[in-house]
């Protein structure tokens, strides 16, 4: 008997983290090269973060619309090639980066040079500089500004308000008349303001233009696209001050914010400050902006992770006022209603359902009842050994996993496995190298069972086996992308230096061909 289900291997890896000279990973040729190296990986699919611009602390999770993408991943040398900045421009820009910059962004420098070059790019499209270029015309232009404008007029003058205010939050120190949105003040703002609007509505088009050709690049490789969706919006996003209407809110500011209680991640829960949505003021309208936020995510990826899924059964709702997660309560969310409506209009949701951390049963039959793909994070499997006795029986140990799942060594919110099994106890890394049959005496013993996780989580029955590009890698705690509920320099910062070599791609291959997860030409 055979098992005749597909299974597929992909890499997690953010853009942002993409090797190149102007201070972050682009949408230009380090994508394409990356691109190159997945293929010889013979992968099925590659796992990015959100797309979105970030604010503060520089989280894709907090972003600054769900809808539109980061402007500071516009690949300014496309730009260049096509006249709308010079060349010996672009060589200024690369030359105001460093060694230091090739290893981590420095999101500071990027946004004082690489944005307002950026800028000065979308200006000379909008003169005459954007009436002859092939792909970046003036008429699609147009028809781009027109067919996104249900959100784009609002994050355009909200970019710009945002300058204006030296990016204070606009619920507490903006004027209050445009905070509140009065139609006069709006209006007023827009006519004063309409060139530096245009603006922000080029540097959007360059980024669909851009994204469009990058992911066309990348399935003409054969590989997919996993996206993510955060299910809340930032505080001090578009989203928030376009529609408050649809967020519990008081005239005081936001009601509740979003957070989960005591999980795998923090003993004081986590407290991601996001305002939380007014479900019933969503369902009165049909669920339209989670419809028209969908749609476009599903434009630009094949499938999408959605993360916190457990927010549409209840959600953890914590009064305002409050330092930490505990207090919180449980609120319910849409539930199988919400989705429903989704698939009526959108059709079958291509969705990997984010369900870590306590699940109810409620939680679990809502994600089963819609056939999503839950998730499996090999670290976890040992989070409950005590002086290294472990529980076999731990549904995120590799040989428990079922079929209908996407599993991991580690996520972008964990530590890179080598990282991880250095910071345990020498008793618990004993357990650990024994359950992946690794040599105690073996040198460099993290690396060595990073490598094993890999191949234990290829191995098992999961349909999905995503591996961040780390592990692959064998890298240290150095090379972690995140540590939830903190807000460092260090996070979503890491980059690498150059795209891994053709042997790495090779080895990793050989895996995904002996465990029935590769690409076939």
């Known amino acids: 008997m055979y098992e005749t289900r597909p299974r597929y291997g992909g890499v997690?890896?953010?853009?942002?983290?993409?090797?190149?000279?102007?201070?972050?990973?682009?949408?230009?040729?380090?994508?394409?090269?990356?691109?190159?190296?997945?293929?010889?990986?013979?992968?099925?699919?590659?796992?990015?973060?959100?797309?979105?611009?970030?604010?503060?602390?520089?989280?894709?999770?907090?972003?600054?619309?769900?809808?539109?993408?980061?402007?500071?991943?516009?690949?300014?040398?496309?730009?260049?090639?096509?006249?709308?900045?010079?060349?010996?421009?672009?060589?200024?820009?690369?030359?105001?980066?460093?060694?230091?910059?090739?290893?981590?962004?420095?999101?500071?420098?990027?946004?004082?040079?690489?944005?307002?070059?950026?800028?000065?790019?979308?200006?000379?499209?909008?003169?005459?500089a954007g009436k002859h270029d092939a792909v970046f015309s003036c008429e699609q232009f147009e028809i781009f500004c027109e067919r996104e404008a249900y959100w784009l007029s609002d994050y355009a003058l909200f970019q710009v308000l945002y300058e204006s205010y030296n990016d204070a939050r606009w619920h507490t120190v903006w004027?209050?008349?445009?905070?509140?949105?009065?139609?006069?003040?709006?209006?007023?703002?827009?006519?004063?303001?309409?060139?530096?609007?245009?603006?922000?509505?080029?540097?959007?088009?360059?980024?669909?233009?851009?994204?469009?050709?990058?992911?066309?690049?990348?399935?003409?490789?054969?590989?997919?696209?996993?996206?993510?969706?955060?299910?809340?919006?930032?505080?001090?996003?578009?989203?928030?001050?376009?529609?408050?209407?649809?967020?519990?809110?008081?005239?005081?500011?936001?009601?509740?914010?979003?957070?989960?209680?005591?999980?795998?991640?923090?003993?004081?829960?986590?407290?991601?400050?996001?305002?939380?949505?007014?479900?019933?003021?969503?369902?009165?309208?049909?669920?339209?902006?989670?419809?028209?936020?969908?749609?476009?995510?599903?434009?630009?990826?094949?499938?999408?992770?959605?993360?916190?899924?457990?927010?549409?059964?209840?959600?953890?709702?914590?009064?305002?006022?409050?330092?930490?997660?505990?207090?919180?309560?449980?609120?319910k969310g849409p539930g199988a209603d919400f989705f429903e409506s989704l698939k009526a209009e959108l059709g079958p949701l291509p969705v990997v359902a984010e369900d870590l951390g306590f699940m109810t049963e409620s939680v679990k039959k809502l994600r089963d009842d819609q056939g999503f793909p839950g998730m499996k994070v090999c670290q976890f499997g040992f989070e409950d050994m005590k002086k290294g006795i472990l529980d076999a029986r731990h549904l995120f140990l590799p040989h428990n996993y079922g079929y209908n799942w996407a599993a991991y060594t580690g996520t972008h919110d964990n530590d890179t496995s080598a990282g991880w099994f250095d910071s345990l106890e020498e008793a618990d890394q004993k357990t650990v190298a024994a359950y992946f049959n690794v040599n105690w005496t073996s040198s460099p013993l993290g690396a060595k069972i990073a490598s094993a996780m890999v191949r234990a989580v290829l191995a098992s029955r999961a349909a999905y086996a995503i591996i961040p590009l780390q592990d692959i890698l064998g890298l240290g705690a150095a090379a972690r992308i995140n540590i939830p509920s903190t807000c460092t320099e260090k996070n979503w910062s890491w980059r690498l230096p150059s795209t891994p070599s053709a042997g790495v791609a090779k080895k990793f291959a050989k895996l995904l061909l002996l465990y029935s997860r590769a690409r076939i030409f």
């Open 12 to 128: 997690l890896f953010p853009l942002a983290s993409l090797p190149g000279p102007c201070g972050i990973g682009d949408l230009g040729t380090p994508l394409r090269q990356f691109a190159a190296f997945l293929e010889t990986c013979r992968v099925t699919h590659w796992q990015i973060l959100p797309l979105g611009p970030t604010g503060y602390g520089n989280s894709p999770y907090a972003a600054r619309s769900a809808f539109a993408g980061s402007e500071i991943l516009i690949d300014p040398e496309d730009l260049a090639q096509r006249g709308f900045i010079g060349k010996k421009e672009l060589v200024s820009l690369a030359s105001r980066f460093t060694a230091a910059d090739a290893e981590r962004v420095n999101y500071e420098k990027v946004l004082a040079y690489k944005l307002p070059l950026l800028k000065k790019a979308a200006a000379a499209f909008l003169s005459d």
């Open 175 to 331: 004027d209050a008349a445009l905070a509140r949105r009065d139609q006069g003040a709006l209006k007023k703002i827009r006519a004063q303001k309409q060139d530096e609007i245009r603006v922000w509505y080029a540097l959007q088009y360059f980024f669909d233009c851009q994204w469009k050709a990058a992911k066309e690049a990348i399935n003409a490789r054969g590989i997919k696209l996993i996206g993510d969706i955060p299910i809340f919006v930032a505080p001090d996003s578009a989203d928030s001050w376009s529609r408050p209407d649809l967020l519990w809110m008081d005239q005081g500011g936001y009601t509740f914010v979003s957070g989960v209680p005591p999980d795998y991640f923090s003993r004081t829960g986590q407290l991601w400050g996001n305002p939380v949505f007014a479900w019933e003021a969503h369902k009165k309208e049909q669920y339209r902006w989670w419809k028209n936020r969908i749609k476009r995510l599903m434009d630009h990826v094949d499938l999408f992770r959605i993360d916190h899924f457990r927010g549409f059964d209840e959600y953890w709702a914590v009064p305002a006022a409050c330092k930490t997660a505990e207090a919180g309560e449980w609120k």
